[in-house]
């Protein structure tokens, strides 16, 4: 029964998601960043709730390209950084990128 009332309930998720307009799915999309940002769920985003998220993302950012975890960020963890985010958006790096060895 618990499988039965899942595939359902997935199978309702993804048609609902696929039935919303553009519109509809960008007005979500802000609602869902700004919430993101408003912390304190006022209503408002202050200066420090925005600068404390954007805060979090660039320490995440950093975490990610520094895979040493030294501290610092090499010009050959910047190079990989960037070519593997570009895979994982899907995006070919040209040949140049691909036949040179990132120095560490």
Same mark, same amino acid.
């Given at each position: 029964m618990t499988k039965w009332w @899942? #595939? =359902?309930f997935s199978v309702?998720? !993804?048609t609902t998601t696929f &039935? @919303?307009?553009d519109e509809e799915k960008q007005r979500k999309q802000g609602e869902r960043w =700004? #919430?993101?940002y408003d912390l304190d769920r006022d209503g408002f985003i202050s200066q420090q709730e925005y600068m404390d998220v954007e805060l979090k993302k660039v320490k995440k950012r950093f975490k990610f390209i520094d895979t040493t975890k030294d501290g610092y960020?090499? &010009?050959?963890? &910047?190079?990989a950084a960037k070519l593997k985010m570009n895979k994982l958006r899907g995006i070919k790096a040209p040949a140049s990128d691909t036949n040179n060895? !990132? &120095?560490e």
């Open positions: @899942l #595939l =359902f309702f998720v !993804t &039935a @919303l307009s =700004f #919430l993101s960020i090499s &010009a050959g963890e &910047a190079k060895k !990132t &120095a």
